[in-house]
């Protein structure tokens, strides 16, 4: 099972033996913040002063303090509530024995649903975590959505000669970053893995484990971004090779794989001809099969000459082929592909492959994903 990220309870209402029984049952999915909105000089300002002061990002808010404030007043609840801090959070009533009526008032103020506080402290935590879980698969299914179709649009654009649209690229890696920032690079494994067409799955995999790479490394926002939209790109020459040898159910032969191996120089010469002139990207795109000792294709390059942003794209390249699913071979675990990784010796920089270990591979524990026989047929397309 993959691990879940932290989440923040944000509790709005008295500060009582109630909420700590509340915040202890919520503990094994993350931690409680109470706020007690009838502190005496307590008032909305407050709160918001504490959103904008390096609060922990809020995953769901739950009212418990309309028993105080008078049920009828679930308006009233909600505008003390800061919109940034409500923005894409679920907002959960919790009252007495709630009727019909009132179900219907708190869904027209925006509550997500209301909880009956007759339940208890654990009951409670669990389905506050449940509708996090939730809205969390909710974000992540429109980025990965949003993202297959840029990907798309970008590999029919180099199959017709067109140009390629790397501000858009740039724009969507941007939403790789902060969907498996909030919900982790697992969950979009888990959600990518989905797709059915190999050459779309593949990009969008390994952007996804570039991100989390990229934020295990320590990278900044903007070169993080910039070596995500990298790793879409990365295979955009495989645009020009026949459908029916990338969708070919078994292992290449050597006259199919000789032709597979040109799609870097393809695909750096279509960024070339439409003058783009980002070292880091036209390297990515060309250079992510070079091997340190001088093993890899298509320039044979070795050592000093591969820069640490190819390093970078080729363990998680590699990485990403061990891990997903393949209609020819079985997936591996996360800790299988890594001694795979390991056992390529010198081939790969090692200090790179440390951090992968250490700093990376604990956000994805749980794999392998699953193979393409076993995704039913309600599964995403693509």
Same mark, same amino acid.
């Given at each position: ?17 109630? +909420?700590? @029984? #509340?915040? $202890? ?7 409680? /913040?109470? %706020?007690?909105?009838? !502190?005496? =000089? ?32 679930? +308006?009233? @609840? #909600?505008? $003390? ?7 894409? /959070?679920? %907002?959960?009533?919790? !009252?007495? =024995? ?35 879980? #939730? ?17 798309? =649009? ?229």
């Amino acid at each position: 099972m993959l691990t879940m990220p932290h989440s923040t309870l944000l509790v709005i209402g008295p500060d009582n033996m109630r +909420q700590a @029984a #509340l915040t $202890a049952a919520f503990a094994p999915f993350g931690t409680t /913040v109470v %706020v007690d909105l009838e !502190m005496p =000089g307590f008032n909305r300002s407050a709160l918001q002063d504490w959103a904008g002061k390096g609060a922990p990002e809020v995953n769901l808010i739950l009212v418990t303090s309309l028993e105080t404030i008078g049920r009828g007043h679930m +308006q009233v @609840a #909600l505008s $003390a509530i800061p919109p940034e801090l409500r923005a894409g /959070v679920p %907002v959960v009533f919790a !009252m007495r =024995g709630p009727s019909a009526l009132e179900h219907i008032r708190a869904t027209m103020s925006g509550a997500s649903e209301i909880i009956d506080t007759r339940c208890s402290p654990e009951d409670i935590a669990a389905r506050c975590h449940v509708l996090i879980e #939730l809205e969390r698969d909710r974000r992540m299914l429109a980025a990965a959505g949003a993202s297959e179709i840029t990907l798309r =649009g970008l590999l029919d654009a180099a199959g017709n000669g067109a140009p390629l649209d790397l501000e858009q690229t740039e724009r969507t890696a941007g939403l790789m970053l902060d969907a498996t920032r909030k919900d982790g690079v697992g969950r979009w494994m888990t959600t990518v893995a989905q797709f059915h067409d190999q050459t779309y799955r593949h990009s969008l995999l390994m952007a996804g484990i570039m991100a989390g790479f990229m934020v295990a490394l320590g990278v900044g926002t903007r070169d993080s971004r910039r070596m995500t939209s990298a790793a879409m790109v990365h295979d955009v020459g495989k645009a020009l090779l026949p459908p029916a040898l990338l969708d070919k159910p078994a292992r290449l032969t050597e006259e199919e794989f000789t032709l597979v191996k040109k799609h870097p120089i393809w695909g750096y010469d279509m960024l070339r001809a439409q003058g783009e002139a980002d070292p880091m990207l036209l390297s990515v795109t060309r250079h992510h099969h070079e091997m340190l000792d001088g093993s890899g294709y298509p320039d044979g390059l070795s050592a000093s000459a591969i820069s640490d942003h190819v390093r970078i794209a080729t363990i998680c390249d590699i990485f990403t082929a061990l891990v997903e699913p393949r209609s020819y071979k079985a997936c591996l675990s996360a800790e299988d592909a890594l001694v795979r990784l390991q056992d390529m010796g010198d081939k790969l920089d090692p200090d790179l492959l440390r951090i992968f270990e250490t700093q990376f591979l604990p956000q994805v524990p749980g794999i392998p994903l699953k193979c393409p026989a076993e995704i039913p047929d309600t599964a995403i397309s693509a």
